[in-house]
């Protein structure tokens, strides 16, 4: 069915805006918290290197879970990570909702692609693993750019809530 593989197009979607995203407000986010370009960007250093580090022991972990609760706690996750984050909070609260998240990215996207591959027919495979990944394609080319007008046209907090919204 290609409903699954919609659904986890779309999770794709937000989940890879929430990581992107914050490339395009950098300069806002240090001009608001007064630290350093380099430092701000550590936001998105630090959930690579957490999905780095993690990511094959967490999806090991997380497999022996039902795949549609683990789908739905990772996108809860990021959504609550999204609205921490419009409220500003100090920095280090910032970094910790902002890399929380990332221990559950890789595990949404073996989920994602192991319900659209096993949901669909044997001959169809290929075509619901293209229309997951069609989530990455599509945030990798709206993603920066949307946040950075977003931010530029109201404020980052809002570029985040419009994150969260995906």
Not at 7 to 21: A, Q, R
Not at 83 to 107: C, D, E, G, K, N
Request: proline residues 4%.
């Amino acid at each position: 069915m290609k409903k699954y593989a919609y659904i986890g197009s779309l999770g794709f979607l937000g989940i890879i805006t929430t990581e992107f995203g914050v490339i395009g407000f950098l300069p806002q986010l240090a001009k608001h918290y007064d630290i350093s370009i380099d430092k701000a960007g550590r936001l998105l250093s630090a959930f690579s290197l957490v999905i780095a580090l993690t990511g094959p022991f967490m999806t090991l972990l997380a497999s022996s879970f039902d795949r549609k609760k683990v789908m739905f706690t990772a996108i809860l996750i990021f959504l609550i990570s999204n609205i921490i984050s419009v409220f500003t909070p100090p920095f280090w609260i910032l970094m910790i909702a902002r890399v929380l998240p990332a221990f559950l990215q890789p595990v949404f996207i073996a989920t994602a692609l192991s319900v659209a591959v096993s949901m669909g027919d044997k001959e169809k495979e290929n075509e619901m693993m293209s229309i997951v990944f069609s989530g990455v394609a599509l945030a990798m080319v709206t993603t920066v750019p949307l946040a950075t007008y977003m931010a530029d046209l109201i404020s980052f907090e809002w570029a985040y809530l419009v994150q969260g919204s995906y």
